[in-house]
């Protein structure tokens, strides 16, 4: 069993960045990949960014490429999340989740956080 605890999402403008976190209580941390999605109000869970167990592989949805950067660190089992240039359309709540493999699929990811609100402000 993995428990994962999101924080870092808050307030910002326009323009602005958000580092999110997403710390996993595992000892096994290492051997998942993790993902971050988001969900706005009255649309579906969507993907986000992804890091495969060693880090060496990461994607992105087209969406954030070149203004979020997902990174993870094995030894803190912790993943992150560098939001930059944020835009309005960014407001949503944001999960981290992990899996064996790495795969833009949310319902191919075993464990979830309980999410954590960025909202930006134009």
């Known amino acids: 069993q993995v428990q994962l605890v999101e924080s870092g999402g808050g307030l910002v403008q326009a323009g602005g960045s958000l580092r999110l976190s997403c710390a996993a209580s595992?000892?096994?941390?290492?051997?998942?990949?993790m993902g971050w999605f988001r969900q706005a109000p009255g649309k579906e869970r969507e993907f986000v960014a992804g890091?495969?167990?060693?880090?060496?592989?990461?994607i992105y949805a087209d969406s954030v490429k070149g203004r979020f950067t997902i990174s993870r660190d094995n030894a803190k089992n912790t993943v992150y999340l560098q939001m930059n240039s944020l835009k309005p359309e960014d407001t949503a709540v944001y999960y981290c989740?992990?899996?064996?493999?790495?795969?833009?699929?949310?319902?191919?990811?075993?464990?979830w956080g309980q999410g954590t609100q960025v909202t930006v402000s134009s």
């Open positions: 595992t000892r096994t941390f290492g051997n998942y990949a």
């Open positions: 890091i495969s167990w060693s880090g060496e592989t990461t």
């Open positions: 989740a992990a899996n064996r493999g790495l795969t833009r699929t949310p319902r191919q990811y075993d464990y």
